[in-house]
């Protein structure tokens, strides 16, 4: 299967290839930064680039991640950001900062696993 952005665009001072699974998910968790997490999205044309919003969600994502050792569906995610990032506490604000399948692109670009109900 090949990756859903352009992993080869990516700043090699960064991470590697070598870092990404096929479908281009970040293999460990641990190895993501911020900066990692932007120079993806950069490479990911339905993004181009974070805004502190990004971010928030970037970071709710991962601290689900920590707390439950799981990627959530969809629905959960946004009940949790209602807590979390309330600005995105609806399907539709999600969709719009992560266009067409949000919680790939923020489980990408937020170094997790994929989420159980991307295909």
């Not at 928030?56 to 569906?73: G, K, S």
């Amino acid at each position: 299967m090949s990756a859903f952005w352009q992993i080869q665009a990516l700043d090699l001072a960064l991470a590697s290839a070598e870092q990404f699974d096929g479908e281009g998910f970040l293999r460990q968790p641990s190895d993501w930064t911020p900066a990692l997490g932007e120079a993806i999205a950069a490479c990911i044309p339905a993004l181009a680039a974070l805004s502190a919003e990004h971010l928030a969600v970037l970071n709710a994502a991962r601290d689900f991640y920590q707390r439950y050792q799981r990627m959530p569906t969809t629905r959960v995610f946004v009940k949790y950001l209602s807590t979390e990032v309330p600005s995105v506490a609806n399907s539709l604000a999600l969709m719009r900062l992560f266009p067409d399948t949000p919680m790939r692109w923020v489980a990408i670009c937020a170094g997790l696993p994929k989420p159980p109900n991307c295909f």
